[in-house]
C-alpha cells in the first residue's frame, strides 16, 4: 500500500461546478495534511493545509479531513478554466516525513 | 522577492558530467527540502535540513548524490557521474517548523536534462 493515494484522473468539470479530489493515507499518526497546486511545468504551490478534524474553507477553497477513516478532501466550487492543474495531497507522518500523492489532474471545461 | 529561489532554473549536462545545484530558502525558515520529481508523479523525498544539520537522506539515494547547507543558509546539491536517470525536475522547498506548522514552500525548480 503506498502512503499517500489520490486518483489519478484526470478529473474533467465543467465551469462553475464542484471539483472534488481525493486523498487517503496510510499512516494513523499523521498530523498534518497540505493541498498543492501544480501547474504544467511549474513548481507546487500550496493552496491549504488542515491539522484538525472536519473543514476549512478559504474563498473558493475547502479542505475536509476525517482522521478516522485516514481520508482528506479538497472540494472547488464554482471551478474555473484557471482552475486545470495537477493537484498534490501531501501528509505529514508520525516520522515527521512529508509525503506527498501522485496528484489529480484536474480539467475545467468553458 | 522573500520566496524560495533556485539556480540555474534549467541544466543541460552530458552523462558522466558532475553537476551542483543551488537553493535560497525563506530568510526566516529553519528547515530547507530537496525534493525530485518526474513527469506523472509527485515529488519524491531526497533528503532535508533543520538549520546546518542534515537530518534525513533518502534511501533511494544512492551515493552519487550530495546536498550541504553551510551555515544554515543556502544549500547545494551535487549530483556526481550524471546518468541519464538523473533527468527530473529537482524541487527545493523550505519550511519553518514550530509545533505541528510544517507547511512548505517551493522554489521555481532546476530541470536537469542528461544527454
Known amino acids: 500500500q503506498k502512503e499517500v493515494e489520490q486518483n489519478s484522473g484526470p478529473l474533467s468539470v465543467p465551469e462553475g461546478a464542484i471539483a472534488s479530489l481525493n486523498c487517503t493515507y496510510s499512516?494513523?499518526?499523521?498530523?498534518?495534511f497540505f493541498w498543492y497546486r501544480q501547474y504544467s511545468g511549474k513548481s507546487p504551490e500550496l493552496i491549504m493545509f488542515?491539522?484538525?478534524?472536519g473543514d476549512k474553507e478559504d474563498g473558493r477553497f475547502t479542505a475536509q479531513l476525517n482522521k478516522a477513516s485516514q481520508y482528506v478532501s479538497l472540494l472547488i466550487r464554482d471551478s474555473q478554466p484557471s482552475d486545470s492543474a495537477t493537484y498534490l495531497c501531501?501528509?505529514?507522518?508520525?516520522?515527521?516525513?512529508?509525503?506527498f500523492g501522485p496528484g489529480t489532474s484536474l480539467s475545467v471545461i468553458p | 522577492d522573500t520566496g524560495v529561489s533556485q539556480n540555474p532554473r534549467h541544466k543541460i549536462t552530458k552523462r558522466g558530467q558532475n553537476v551542483t545545484f543551488r537553493c535560497d530558502p525563506i530568510?526566516?525558515?529553519?528547515?530547507l527540502y530537496w525534493y525530485r520529481q518526474t513527469l506523472g508523479q509527485g515529488p519524491e523525498f531526497l533528503t532535508y535540513?533543520?538549520?546546518?544539520?542534515?537530518?534525513?537522506k533518502s534511501r533511494l539515494l544512492s551515493d552519487r548524490f550530495s546536498a550541504e547547507r553551510p551555515k544554515g543558509s543556502f544549500s547545494t546539491l551535487e549530483i556526481q557521474r550524471t546518468e541519464q536517470g538523473d533527468s527530473a525536475m529537482y524541487l527545493c522547498?523550505?519550511?519553518?517548523?514550530?509545533?505541528?506548522?510544517?507547511?512548505?514552500?517551493f522554489g521555481p525548480g532546476t530541470r536537469l536534462t542528461v544527454t
Open positions: 488542515i491539522y484538525s478534524n
Open positions: 501531501a501528509v505529514k507522518t508520525s516520522y515527521d516525513k512529508v509525503i
Open positions: 530568510s526566516e525558515h529553519n528547515r
Open positions: 522547498a523550505s519550511s519553518f517548523v514550530a509545533g505541528s506548522f510544517y507547511e512548505q514552500y
Open positions: 535540513f533543520q538549520n546546518e544539520a542534515q537530518l534525513e
Open positions: 499512516d494513523r499518526g499523521s498530523q498534518s
